[in-house]
């Protein structure tokens, strides 16, 4: 059981940066992959970044890489994504994810955080 709430969703222009966070409670943070996915309107949810327990190993959506970086700090139980150079096609509504124990899927969601790109 995992509670997961974001924030530092905001209107930006074109090309500023913005990092957003997520506050991770739960007996499982420590140990489960964590993710950000981002889902536009009319659109499906669609993954972003994700990182595993050691915060070593990471996945990008092409449409980031280079551009978005995640991270997580285990001490504090949060997870944030760094993202730079935004375009207005990253405009979503960006949820943090955390990966079950159990079925090896994001089992696990925040309320989102809203991302505006401006162009």
């Known amino acids: 059981q995992v509670q997961l709430v974001e924030s530092g969703g905001g209107l930006v222009q074109a090309g500023d940066s913005l990092r957003l966070s997520c506050a991770a409670s739960g007996r499982t943070f420590s140990s489960a992959t964590m993710g950000w996915f981002r889902q536009a309107p009319g659109k499906a949810r669609e993954f972003v970044a994700s990182v595993a327990w050691s915060g070593r190993n990471t996945n990008y959506a092409d449409s980031v890489k280079g551009r978005f970086t995640i991270s997580r700090d285990n001490t504090k139980n949060t997870v944030a994504l760094q993202m730079n150079s935004l375009k207005p096609e990253d405009t979503a509504v960006y949820y943090c994810?955390?990966?079950?124990?159990?079925?090896?899927?994001?089992?696990?969601w925040g309320q989102g955080t809203q991302v505006t790109v401006s162009s």
């Open positions: 994810a955390a990966k079950s124990l159990t079925t090896s899927s994001y089992d696990y």
